[in-house]
C-alpha cells in the first residue's frame, strides 16, 4: 500500500469514526454530515429543514454558527488526531439569506502553532452563493501537544 492510499484510508476511518460519534447529538439532530475531508480541509453539508428555520423563514445564525464551528473544529482535529480542541474564539459574518436546498460549509486551517489552532469556514449554497462566513479558534488540550 502506498503513502497516498494510506492517508485515504485514514482519513476515511476519521469519517467513520466522527459519524459514530455524533449519533444522538446535536450534530446528528442537526442533520449535518461530513462531505470530504483533506488533510487541513473539511466539508460538511446540511439540508436545509424547517426545524433549522428562524421565525422569519430563513436559515437560523445558530445554524449556521453550528455548522462553522464544527467544520472548523473537525479541520482543527485533523491536524491533532492524538490531542482534543475546543472552541475558544468563533467570529460570524452573516451576508445572505437561505430558506432551502442544501448548505455546503467548506472548513481549513490557517495558522497552527503547538497550543492553539486558528481556522476559517464558509458557508455557501450548492450554486455558490455565499451565505455566511466566519473564522475559529481552537486550543490544544489533552494531548502531546
Given at each position: 500500500?502506498?503513502?497516498?492510499?494510506?492517508?485515504?484510508?485514514?482519513?476515511?476511518?476519521?469519517?467513520?469514526?466522527?459519524?459514530?460519534?455524533?449519533?444522538?447529538?446535536?450534530?446528528?439532530?442537526?442533520?449535518?454530515?461530513?462531505?470530504?475531508?483533506?488533510?487541513?480541509?473539511?466539508?460538511?453539508?446540511?439540508?436545509?429543514?424547517?426545524?433549522?428555520?428562524?421565525?422569519?423563514?430563513?436559515?437560523?445564525?445558530?445554524?449556521?454558527?453550528?455548522?462553522?464551528?464544527?467544520?472548523m473544529g473537525l479541520?482543527?482535529?485533523?491536524?491533532?488526531?492524538?490531542?482534543?480542541?475546543?472552541?475558544?474564539?468563533?467570529?460570524?459574518?452573516?451576508?445572505?439569506?437561505?430558506?432551502?436546498?442544501?448548505?455546503?460549509?467548506?472548513?481549513?486551517?490557517?495558522?497552527?502553532?503547538?497550543?492553539?489552532?486558528?481556522?476559517?469556514?464558509?458557508?455557501?449554497?450548492?450554486?455558490?452563493?455565499?451565505?455566511?462566513?466566519?473564522?475559529?479558534?481552537?486550543?490544544?488540550?489533552?494531548?502531546?501537544?
Amino acid at each position: 500500500m502506498n503513502a497516498d492510499t494510506e492517508d485515504k484510508d485514514a482519513l476515511q476511518r476519521n469519517i467513520e469514526r466522527w459519524n459514530a460519534m455524533a449519533q444522538n447529538t446535536f450534530w446528528d439532530y442537526l442533520g449535518c454530515e461530513i462531505a470530504e475531508i483533506h488533510e487541513g480541509k473539511v466539508i460538511v453539508t446540511l439540508d436545509i429543514q424547517p426545524h433549522h428555520l428562524n421565525l422569519i423563514g430563513i436559515v437560523h445564525g445558530g445554524v449556521y454558527a453550528t455548522l462553522v464551528d464544527s467544520a472548523m473544529g473537525l479541520a482543527a482535529m485533523l491536524a491533532r488526531p492524538h490531542d482534543s480542541v475546543v472552541t475558544t474564539n468563533l467570529s460570524m459574518n452573516y451576508v445572505a439569506k437561505a430558506e432551502q436546498g442544501r448548505i455546503v460549509v467548506t472548513a481549513e486551517i490557517i495558522h497552527s502553532s503547538r497550543k492553539s489552532i486558528s481556522t476559517q469556514a464558509y458557508a455557501r449554497l450548492e450554486n455558490g452563493e455565499l451565505c455566511a462566513f466566519g473564522s475559529g479558534t481552537f486550543r490544544v488540550i489533552n494531548g502531546t501537544g
